[in-house]
């Protein structure tokens, strides 16, 4: 599995953003997909997840406002980020693991990251 991120950038408060997660090692439909960001000065958290099956699963600071979805034929998954809030901001990543955990350690390859930064 090779993940690669795409499509962070700078967007104003209330705004949205579409982040796609691709997987050129193309063994992607295999694995649960999570999706994690750092915060500037903090650490890693969790932000949501999706297995292999379909089951979804989001971190308590993004429900409702951020959907994740995969399609398998393309070999991608996308975190649609709506009504983003300034304390969104930081490097998100994409990680590929057995489970949908929302816990790092979990994950076995990770993406190099895409930066979003959200603007009040």
């Known amino acids: 599995v090779q993940l690669v991120e795409s499509g962070g950038g700078l967007v104003q408060a209330g705004g949205s953003l579409r982040l796609s997660c691709g997987d050129s090692?193309?063994?992607?439909?295999?694995?649960?997909i999570g999706w994690f960001r750092q915060p500037p000065g903090k650490e890693r958290e969790f932000v949501a997840s999706?297995?292999?099956?379909?089951?979804?699963y989001y971190g308590d600071s993004v429900k409702g406002r951020f959907t994740v979805s995969r399609d398998d034929d393309k070999i991608m998954t996308y975190l649609e980020m709506t009504s983003l809030k300034t304390e969104d901001t930081g490097v998100y990543f994409c990680?590929?693991?057995?489970?949908?955990?929302?816990?790092?350690?979990?994950?076995?390859?990770w993406g190099q990251g895409t930066q979003v930064t959200v603007s009040s």
């Open positions: 090692g193309r063994a992607f439909k295999n694995y649960a």
């Open positions: 990680a590929a693991g057995i489970h949908g955990s929302p816990y790092p350690g979990a994950y076995e390859s």
């Open positions: 999706i297995t292999w099956g379909g089951n979804r």
